[in-house]
C-alpha cells in the first residue's frame, strides 16, 4: 500500500496536481516557524541572561535614599552589598559657540558594582571586562554619547556644577536593561561625585538601589526579612526584585511579543487553511475518476481511503519540512530588521518551534482533506463513474468539524493564551459564515434582477451563477477572505498612522524643564518666553498610603497598582482645567480647595471613585483630599498635565517646584544647551529628539511586522487563486460544451467577464465591509483614535475583488477559447 501511494504522489507531482496544495502548506507553515523561531530564541536568551539583569541575587529599589537599617541587615546576614543611583539629567560638553548638551542617563555606581554579571569597556573593536569602576572627578559613557556630543577619552564633560573627565567607553553592563528602553546615551560616575554635582535636590527624579549577594538561603531570608519591613508605613516605597521576579517579568514580555507577533503569523495561518481546504477538495475532486477506476478494480473503500491519506501524509510531511526550513531561514531577516531590539548573541535556536511547524502542516492538510476522502469513500462506483461524488453527508461534515477543531487547537497551541486563539477562530469562522449568508442574499436579488435585464451575455453569467450556488457562494466567500486581509495589509496601516499624526500637532510642545526651583522660577520663565509660549506648572510629589482611612496597599490589584502605590505621584496645583484634559466623572473642584481631580486610567487602576479620601505621605507631611472628578488626558498634546490635581490652597506650607512645556522653534536649537548650562539642577526634556529615536525604533519595528505580512499578502493571494481555480475545471467543460453547440467565442467571452465581474466585485465590497469594521474595531479599542468611514477602502475593494476576479477567469478560461470545442471535451 505505502509503495502504491508513492508511486501515485510522484506522478501527481508531476502531473503539477500537487504544485498549489504544496504551496500553500509551505507558506502557512513557514509564516508560523518564523515567528516560532525568534520568540524561541528571545526566550533562551532571556532565561541565560536573567541572573545578570539584575547585577545582584536581590534588589531594593525607591526614588528616596533607602535607610541606613536596609544595609546594615543585609551586612549582618553576611551579604554583599553595592549602591547605585540613576537619574536623568544633561551633560554639556565644549565651550563657547561649540557647546552641546544632551540629556543622558546617568547612573552613579558605588564600590562593589556589579555584584553579578560584567561591566565592560570597548577597546578598539573588542570588549574587555573589566572589575574597576569610575575613579572620582572622573566618567565612563556609551559610544552613542560620545557619537552625539563628538567626544573622545580625554575630554571635559560638564554634568551639574562639575566637570568630569571622561575616560573610558562603556561596551555593555549587566542590569542595561532592554535595549527599546534605553533612549538617552548611559553616563557612568563614582557615587561621591554625584553629590558634588548638587544635582540630588529636593523632588529631584531619582532612583536609588541597593544591590544584594550572597548564599541563596541567606537572600531568601533577606528578601522575607524585607517583603515584611516593606508592607509597613515606615519601610513602604521599596520595590523588591529577585532572580525569580525579574526572569517572570521577562518572560511575561515575551509571552506579550510572542502574541502579537504570533497574530500576524495566525492571519496568514488562517488564509493558507482556506487555500489548502479548497485545494485539498479541488483534487479530490479530479481524483474521481481515478478512485472509481480502484474501487472498481476490487479496492475496499478503506484501502482507498488509507491509500489517498497517504499520499496526503506525504504532502504534508514534505510541505512541512519545507515550511520549517524556509521559516528558520525567514527568522534571520526578522532578527536583522529589529536591529539593536534583538540582541547580536542570542542562543541557537531549539527543536520545539520545528515540531510545532511539522506538526501544523499535518494538522492543516489532513484536518482538511480528511471531509473529501470521507465523501468519497462512501460514494456508490455508479456514481463516480458519473463524475459526481454527490453531496456532502453526515460523516464528510463530521470531517469538517474535526477539521476545523484540529486547527483551533492549534491556534491555542500557537498563540498561548485560550482567549486569544477562540477569539482568532470565532471571529474567522463567524466572519466566513456572514459573508456566504450575504452573498447568499445577493443570489436571491440577481435572480429577482434576471428577468429584468436584455443584454444576454448578462443574463447568461446569471443564469450561470444560480447553476451553482454552493460554488458561487463559496468562492465569494474565499475571494471575500483573502481580500480583506489585502485591504487591512495596505490600507488600514496608513490610515491609523495618518491619524496619529492628526492627533500630534506640529505646535505642541517639544521640550519639558522639569525641577524648577521656587526661586528659578522667575528667571526660567522669562528665558523659556524669549523662545516661545511657556507652561509652567507648580506640582509636590507625594506616596499615596491611605484610601478611605485604610493601606492604600489594599485597595488596587494586580502588579501594575502596587508598583504605581510603591512609588510618587505628581500632585498638581492649578485652578483651571487644562486644555488636554475632559471630565468624565463628577465636577471641577475651581476655586475649592480639599479635593482633588484624578486622571481616569489611574483611577481605574487604583479602584479609585468619586468622595474617596485620599491621603498622600509628602515629604513626611500627610495631605488629605477628596476626590471630586475624574478626568481624561490627551497626553499626545504633550501639555504639562498631572495624575492628580488640586487647588493652590491645598497644597500651602508643603514643598513645591516647578514643570515646563514648551514649543521650540527648531530655529532656536541652542536653548536646551543654554538652559542647562545656566540652570544646571534642571532636567530639560528634548522630545523632539526623543520622538525621532522612538520614530526609528518604530520604524525597525515596523519592518519586521511588513516583513511578516509578507506571509499574509502571499497566503491572501493563494486564497484567490484558489477560489478562481475551484471552478475551473467545471467551467473549461460547460463552456466546451456551449462551443460545440453553436456559441461563439465572443459571447462566451463576454458572459464570462461579466459573471467574473460580479462575483468579484460583491466579495469586494464584501471584503471593503469587514476590512471597515477590522479598522474601526482597531482605531476604538487598539489604538484609541477617531474612525472615520473611507469611501476609497470601499472603491478599493470594489475594484480589486473585480480585477482579480476577471484576471483569474482569463487565466484559467483563455486556453479553452483557443481550443478546439472537441479537444476541450476530451481533456475535460
Not at 76 to 95: K, N, Q
Not at 157 to 178: C, K, Q, T
Not at 407 to 427: K, S, Y
Request: include cysteine; aromatic fraction near 6%.
Amino acid at each position: 500500500m505505502f509503495r502504491l501511494s508513492l508511486r501515485m504522489t510522484l506522478r501527481d507531482w508531476r502531473a503539477g496536481e500537487l504544485r498549489f496544495l504544496l504551496a500553500a502548506l509551505t507558506l502557512s507553515v513557514a509564516a508560523l516557524s518564523a515567528v516560532n523561531f525568534f520568540v524561541d530564541r528571545m526566550g533562551a536568551a532571556f532565561n541565560r541572561d536573567a541572573h545578570q539583569t539584575l547585577a545582584a541575587d536581590l534588589r531594593l529599589e525607591s526614588e528616596q535614599p533607602l535607610a541606613p537599617e536596609w544595609r546594615a541587615e543585609a551586612l549582618r546576614r553576611g551579604l554583599r552589598a553595592a549602591d547605585t543611583v540613576t537619574m536623568l539629567s544633561m551633560a554639556v560638553a565644549g565651550e563657547g559657540e561649540q557647546t552641546n548638551s544632551l540629556l543622558v542617563a546617568l547612573k552613579a555606581v558605588g564600590e562593589g558594582y556589579p555584584l553579578r554579571g560584567k561591566l565592560t569597556l570597548a577597546r578598539g573593536d573588542a570588549a574587555v571586562a573589566t572589575a574597576a569602576l569610575p575613579t572620582p572627578g572622573t566618567v565612563w559613557v556609551d559610544q552613542a554619547l560620545m557619537l552625539n556630543l563628538n567626544l573622545r577619552v580625554g575630554a571635559r564633560l560638564r554634568i551639574g556644577d562639575s566637570e568630569l573627565l571622561v575616560a573610558e567607553r562603556i561596551a555593555s553592563e549587566p542590569d542595561a536593561g532592554a535595549a527599546f528602553m534605553n533612549l538617552a546615551p548611559r553616563v557612568m560616575m563614582a557615587r561621591a561625585d554625584l553629590d558634588a554635582a548638587h544635582l540630588l535636590q529636593q523632588h529631584a527624579l531619582a532612583t536609588h538601589r541597593l544591590l544584594l549577594a550572597g548564599e541563596p538561603a541567606a537572600v531568601a531570608g533577606y528578601a522575607q526579612w524585607a517583603k515584611a519591613r516593606s508592607a509597613t508605613a515606615q519601610g513602604g516605597g521599596v520595590q523588591i526584585e529577585s532572580f525569580e521576579s525579574r526572569r517572570s517579568e521577562a518572560n511575561t514580555m515575551l509571552e506579550q511579543a510572542q502574541q502579537f507577533l504570533s497574530l500576524v503569523g495566525l492571519l496568514s495561518a488562517l488564509l493558507a487553511a482556506v487555500a489548502v481546504a479548497m485545494a485539498a477538495r479541488r483534487f479530490m475532486l479530479r481524483h474521481v475518476d481515478a478512485c472509481a477506476m480502484l474501487r472498481c478494480l476490487g479496492m475496499a473503500q478503506g484501502q482507498v481511503l488509507r491509500l489517498y491519506l497517504l499520499e496526503f501524509l506525504l504532502v504534508a510531511l514534505a510541505g512541512s519540512v519545507a515550511g520549517v526550513l524556509c521559516g528558520f531561514a525567514a527568522h534571520f531577516v526578522l532578527i536583522e530588521w529589529l536591529g539593536k531590539l534583538a540582541a547580536a548573541d542570542l542562543p541557537a535556536a531549539g527543536w520545539r518551534p520545528a515540531l510545532q511547524g511539522l506538526a501544523t502542516g499535518l494538522v492543516l492538510l489532513v484536518g482538511f482533506a480528511l471531509p473529501p476522502l470521507l465523501q468519497l469513500r462512501n460514494t456508490s462506483h455508479v456514481r463516480l463513474l458519473r463524475g459526481d461524488a454527490g453531496a456532502p453527508k453526515a460523516l464528510s461534515l463530521a470531517g469538517y468539524a474535526l477539521g476545523l477543531g484540529m486547527f483551533t487547537a492549534l491556534l491555542l497551541w500557537q498563540t498561548g493564551d485560550v482567549v486569544l486563539g477562540l477569539a482568532g477562530a470565532a471571529a474567522f469562522l463567524l466572519g466566513g459564515l456572514l459573508f456566504g449568508l450575504l452573498a447568499w442574499l445577493a443570489l436571491r436579488l440577481l435572480r429577482r434582477a434576471r428577468p429584468l435585464l436584455r443584454q444576454p451575455a448578462w443574463r447568461f453569467a446569471i443564469t450561470d451563477m444560480l447553476r451553482r450556488p454552493a460554488a458561487t457562494v463559496a468562492q465569494i466567500v474565499a475571494l471575500a477572505l483573502g481580500l480583506t486581509a489585502l485591504l487591512l495589509l495596505t490600507v488600514v496601516r496608513a490610515d491609523l498612522l495618518a491619524s496619529w499624526r492628526l492627533a500630534t500637532p506640529a505646535s505642541a510642545a517639544n521640550h519639558f524643564v522639569v525641577n524648577i526651583q521656587p526661586e528659578q522660577r522667575d528667571a526660567v520663565e522669562a528665558r523659556m518666553r524669549a523662545v516661545g509660549q511657556a507652561e509652567l506648572r507648580a506640582s509636590t510629589r507625594g506616596r499615596l498610603t491611605l484610601i478611605n482611612g485604610r493601606a492604600a496597599v489594599d485597595a488596587g490589584t494586580g502588579a501594575e497598582a502596587k508598583e504605581s502605590l510603591e512609588r510618587e505621584f505628581d500632585i498638581g496645583q492649578t485652578s483651571l482645567l487644562d486644555a488636554a484634559s475632559s471630565i468624565t466623572a463628577g465636577a471641577w473642584y475651581g476655586q475649592r480647595h480639599g479635593e482633588v481631580s484624578v486622571e481616569e486610567k489611574t483611577a481605574q487602576r487604583l479602584k479609585l471613585k468619586l468622595g474617596d479620601q485620599l491621603t498622600f505621605d509628602v515629604a513626611g507631611q500627610d495631605l488629605t483630599l477628596r476626590v471630586s472628578s475624574l478626568r481624561k488626558v490627551d497626553w499626545r498634546q504633550r501639555r504639562a498635565s498631572m495624575i492628580f490635581d488640586t487647588h493652590a490652597n491645598s497644597l500651602a506650607g508643603l514643598p513645591l517646584s516647578y514643570a515646563a512645556a514648551l514649543h521650540v522653534p527648531p530655529q532656536d536649537k541652542r536653548f536646551a544647551h543654554q538652559l542647562a548650562r545656566d540652570f544646571p539642577n534642571l532636567s530639560v526634556f528634548d522630545v523632539a529628539a526623543f520622538i525621532e529615536q522612538m520614530q526609528r525604533t518604530l520604524d525597525q519595528v515596523s519592518h519586521a511586522v511588513e516583513f511578516l505580512f509578507l506571509f499574509t499578502l502571499a497566503s491572501g493571494l493563494m486564497v484567490l487563486y484558489a477560489a478562481l481555480a475551484g471552478a475551473q475545471d467545471q467551467r473549461s467543460r460547460q463552456a466546451a460544451l456551449l462551443r460545440a453547440l453553436g456559441a461563439t467565442r465572443r459571447q462566451l467571452a463576454r458572459a464570462q467577464w461579466v459573471e467574473h465581474g460580479l462575483t468579484g466585485a460583491l466579495a469586494g465590497l464584501l471584503a471593503a465591509a469587514g476590512a471597515s469594521a477590522a479598522s474601526w474595531a482597531l482605531a476604538r479599542y487598539a489604538f484609541h483614535l477617531e474612525w472615520t468611514w473611507s469611501a476609497p477602502l470601499w472603491l478599493g475593494g470594489l475594484l480589486a475583488g473585480a480585477v482579480c476576479a476577471m484576471a483569474g477567469g482569463w487565466f484559467g478560461l483563455r486556453h479553452v477559447l483557443k481550443l478546439p470545442p472537441l479537444h476541450s471535451l476530451r481533456q475535460a
